[in-house]
């Protein structure tokens, strides 16, 4: 018999990609999400297209599961995420709490969720040279938004659960994750899908110059979705229970990464900087731990998965752009 697994957020970037590798690996794999993925097929063996705030969605989503991958989040980039705090705190505390408890009521065995780095306290995201952020610094607790705190609680309640029911929970707390079939307009992109779309839109319009948000100086580590998604599982396979970085280590600006992304795109790019929602003025991940309970560190290099996501956006541009001509 396979192992049967849910997919919470597949229909989302990450989500789906995690989809393709259990699947890959030979689960059989349930997703559930409130759309489809918006760029490819799902592989998931079967697909529950349901509103995951809805408690008795929840219940039918996790029976015969035993175990559950928690992905679904009203989630973003800078520019949603500074924007909907009502929102996104109201919609993401009754998925995460209606979920855990459905996985429990259910039988689950094992339940990760996915946190963020936008969990970590501000006061120590002020300088762009900014020390990487090590597990324990999430406390004293002073998340960014209201998206940072409702993680922060969604932790606590992941780990009383296991104390308190014995549910074995894991708790991935994600770095700026990107690749390929991840949103990459309409509000919710963050910086590297909107910096790829931003310069192959200029090239496609011949023009010289793209408007990045603040001084470019911020900075940031980005990861690769493959790695991710590898990082996820070997997190559900571990014994360990508590908070996990899951990200690159490698601190770069956002003018940095326009230049990274200029140079793949082979078409040179000045830098328009405007007001906007910035964000932390730094932020990286401490990796020390995430090496010694897993063993594994990231394996894609910035420039190879941004290559990656390039020409994946670039092509996604061009068929968009000849869809509005014809
Ligand atoms: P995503 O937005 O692509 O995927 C989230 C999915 O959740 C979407 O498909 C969305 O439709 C679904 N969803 C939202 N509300 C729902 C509802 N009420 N019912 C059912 N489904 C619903 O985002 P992602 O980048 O794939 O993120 C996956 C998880 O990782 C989320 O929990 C997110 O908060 C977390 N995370 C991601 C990053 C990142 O850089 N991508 C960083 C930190 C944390
Ligand atoms: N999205 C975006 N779009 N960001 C831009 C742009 C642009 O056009 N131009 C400059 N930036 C800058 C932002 O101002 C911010 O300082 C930086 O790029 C990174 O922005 P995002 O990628 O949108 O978000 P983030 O890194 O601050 O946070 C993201 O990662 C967290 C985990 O590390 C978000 O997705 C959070 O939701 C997530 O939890």
Not at 30 to 58: H, Q, T
Not at 128 to 153: C, F, H, I, R, T
Not at 156 to 172: F, P, Q, S, W
Not at 278 to 307: A, F, M
């Amino acid at each position: 018999m396979k192992k049967t697994v849910l997919v919470t957020g597949a229909g989302g970037f990450i989500g789906n990609h995690l989809v393709s590798l259990l699947k890959d690996k030979g689960y059989y794999v349930r997703g559930a999400d409130i759309k489809k993925p918006d760029y490819s097929e799902s592989r998931a063996d079967e697909f529950l297209v349901m509103d995951l705030r809805v408690w008795d969605n929840c219940l039918l989503a996790t029976s015969g599961m035993e175990q559950v991958y928690a992905l679904a989040a009203d989630m973003g980039g800078m520019g949603y995420i500074t924007t909907h705090h009502a929102e996104i705190l109201y919609n993401n505390a009754l998925i995460n709490f209606h979920t855990l408890e459905a996985a429990r009521q259910n039988g689950a065995a094992r339940y990760l969720y996915t946190s963020s780095a936008c969990i970590y306290p501000e006061y120590l995201q002020t300088d762009a040279n900014v020390k990487p952020l090590k597990e324990e610094d999430a406390y004293p607790a002073m998340p960014q938004d209201a998206y940072g705190w409702e993680k922060l609680v969604s932790e606590r309640l992941c780990e009383h659960y296991r104390e308190d029911y014995g549910i074995e929970t894991r708790i991935a707390r994600f770095h700026n994750i990107f690749g390929p079939l991840g949103t990459w307009d309409g509000g919710r992109e963050k910086a590297p899908a909107a910096i790829c779309r931003k310069v192959a839109l200029a090239k496609l319009h011949g023009e010289r110059s793209i408007q990045v948000w603040g001084d470019g100086e911020q900075t940031r580590s980005f990861c690769y979705v493959d790695d991710c998604v590898e990082a996820i599982y070997a997190l559900m396979q571990s014994d360990y229970p508590h908070p996990l970085n899951i990200g690159q280590d490698r601190l770069i600006s956002i003018n940095e990464l326009v230049s990274v992304v200029s140079r793949l795109a082979e078409y040179e790019i000045e830098i328009e900087h405007i007001d906007g929602p910035q964000g932390v003025r730094g932020r990286n991940s401490d990796n020390t731990r995430l090496y010694e309970i897993l063993r594994w560190q990231p394996r894609i290099t910035l420039e190879e998965g941004l290559k990656r996501t390039y020409a994946w956006i670039e092509q996604e541009v061009r068929v968009q752009y000849s869809r509005v001509l014809s």
